[in-house]
T-cell receptor
Framework: GQNIDQPTEMTATEGAIVQINCTYQ??????LFWYQQHAGEAPTFLSY????GLEEKGRFSSFLSRSKGYSYLLLKELQMKDSASYLC???????????FGSGTRLLVRP | AAGVIQSPRHLIKEKRETATLKCYPI?????VYWYQQGPGQDPQFLIS???????DKGSIPDRFSAQQFSDYHSELNMSSLELGDSALYFC????????????FGEGSRLTVL
């Protein structure tokens, strides 16, 4: 089975940097993924890690440590439109399904 | 660019009725996933198909069934609807199964009264 943990809510200021953590337990590992979801809309893919280390994609970066079962999503130069839920997702035992965590609701304030 | 198309976008049904949701994946995508998302909850994996065969099954009730057709579109059939089935149903598609980059449709909102 798989278990994914994320903080429920976070608040940050426009222009700042925020780090959203995700810890997981899984018996198999086929990748760790980050999605953004605005309320009532579909999730959109942000980033993924299969190997340990940092993946950078513009204002977004994601880090993975497989030995620690830990990942984080780093958002730089925060903008108001970044207010959304950020979902950590895992391809664990099966490579056919993506299991989502409960998400972190990020509120960006002026 | 073409995205994942879901229909209908909104559906209202009574308890014990049936409903069918349709999903048209991005052209050339061979894998389709169905997710159910209740209010304030994360998307729950229901079922997936790869090359028209069921590839994995999640927390899909026995009252639900799904299939992928020869043109790769998929349908989710829900019978004996219950109040708790009210949710946003997302379909997603991907090219191959090794990727976690899923492309989601805008969802079908089902309300059961």
């Amino acid at each position: 089975g798989q278990n994914i943990d994320q903080p429920t809510e976070m608040t940050a200021t426009e222009g700042a940097i925020v780090q959203i953590n995700c810890t997981y337990q899984t018996s198999g590992f086929n990748g760790l993924f980050w999605y953004q979801q605005h309320a009532g809309e579909a999730p959109t893919f942000l980033s993924y890690n299969v190997l340990d280390g940092l993946e950078e994609k513009g204002r977004f970066s994601s880090f993975l440590s497989r030995s620690k079962g830990y990942s984080y999503l780093l958002l730089k130069e925060l903008q108001m439109k970044d207010s959304a839920s950020y979902l950590c997702a895992l391809k664990g035992d099966s490579s056919y399904k993506l299991i989502f965590g409960s998400g972190t609701r990020l509120l960006v304030r002026p | 660019a073409a995205g994942v198309i879901q229909s209908p976008r909104h559906l209202i049904k009574e308890k014990r009725e049936t409903a069918t949701l349709k999903c048209y994946p991005i052209p050339r995508h061979d894998t389709v996933y169905w997710y159910q998302q209740g209010p304030g909850q994360d998307p729950q994996f229901l079922i997936s198909f790869y090359e028209k065969m069921q590839s994995d099954k999640g927390s899909i009730p026995d009252r639900f069934s799904a299939q992928q057709f020869s043109d790769y579109h998929s349908e989710l059939n829900m019978s004996s609807l219950e109040l708790g089935d009210s949710a946003l149903y997302f379909c997603a598609s991907s090219l191959g199964t090794n990727t976690g980059e899923l492309f989601f449709g805008e969802g079908s909102r089902l309300t059961v009264l």
